[in-house]
């Protein structure tokens, strides 16, 4: 006797709450990057929970625009609102997949643009006499000032992120064609590239505590070594941008500094060296300070 045939899943306009978890663990699952996984989880569950307190909200593009709505409100800068509007698009991605919600609907989502960002913030660039300081500053006599010696001046020197320099090992540090080098530096994206780091002699001991360290408190030590030499609000990030700042002003090439900073686009690597305004050397300088003494005797 032939059996019958299965019924089709039917498709949804409400989400309960099982169906969004599901949906959530599917998309965490495509999801290789632990930092990936991260964001999109604190995104989708920032999502679930709004969605869930409203009552009997369809999954639809008006939705969605709603939750947009929402983030703005909050105040959110605009890559955030962006990044998290994405990883809505992909939990909309997943039912449509496996048939509970319909094309139409998750084609409707998709269409939701994101918030444009007006202008670009202004970097926290060090130059190359503060750089210097900062490095002397921090310099001391016992162990911990030489880690941050060694890490400040790896930051500065290789333009690496807070969580590559965490990653570091004894063994990543090798000599080649005469120079200390970093081989293999998987970061951002899984792209692999090689730096020549400022170590000046010393190999720091790259362990899980220190990871830890760095990791939860990096900002901290950071901010304690800048306010020796005076410089306020000084995170890790900014002696990456530091970094490419001054390879760009002493000549350095715009696709090599792209690919010692690791960018798979080169308008990411011109954000951080701020070609669209140079704030050293504003052009309204150029009207001399006699300019400025006229206007101020009015």
Not at 128 to 136: M, S
Not at 152 to 169: D, H, N, Q
Not at 249 to 266: D, K, M, R, T
């Amino acid at each position: 006797m032939r059996k019958k045939n299965k019924k089709p899943l039917r498709c949804k306009i409400i989400f309960r709450l099982p169906d969004l978890d599901h949906a959530k663990a599917s998309v965490l699952n495509t999801l290789s990057s632990p930092s990936s996984r991260r964001n999109y989880r604190s995104a989708m569950e920032q999502f679930i929970t709004w969605y869930c307190s409203e009552p009997r909200l369809a999954l639809n593009r008006t939705v969605v625009l709603r939750f947009r709505l929402h983030l703005e409100s909050l105040g959110l800068a605009a890559g955030t609102i962006n990044q998290r509007l994405a990883a809505v698009r992909r939990l909309a991605y997943e039912p449509a997949d496996s048939g509970l919600l319909s094309p139409e609907l998750a084609a409707g989502i998709r269409r939701v643009k994101g918030v444009k960002q007006l202008g670009c913030r202004a970097g926290n660039w060090l130059n190359r006499d503060q750089a210097r300081l900062l490095l002397e500053k921090s310099d001391g006599g016992i162990l911990r000032c030489a880690r941050d010696v060694a890490m400040i001046s790896t930051l500065l020197g290789c333009g690496l992120r807070r969580a590559e320099l965490a990653c570091l090992r004894r063994e990543d540090v090798q000599i080649r064609q005469g120079h200390w080098t970093i081989v293999d530096l998987v970061g951002k994206g899984g792209r692999v590239r090689h730096r020549r780091p400022s170590l000046q002699g010393y190999q720091p001991p790259w362990d899980h505590a220190g990871q830890r360290n760095l990791r939860k408190r990096g900002l901290v030590w950071v901010r304690n070594c800048a306010q020796r030499v005076e410089l306020d609000r000084l995170a890790p990030h900014d002696l990456r941008g530091t970094c490419a700042k001054l390879c760009h002003v002493n000549g350095g090439e715009l696709e090599q500094i792209q690919f010692l900073l690791g960018h798979a686009s080169v308008l990411t690597t011109e954000r951080y060296l701020g070609c669209k305004q140079n704030l050293e050397e504003p052009v309204n300088d150029r009207f001399g300070p006699l300019f400025f003494k006229t206007l101020d005797s009015r």
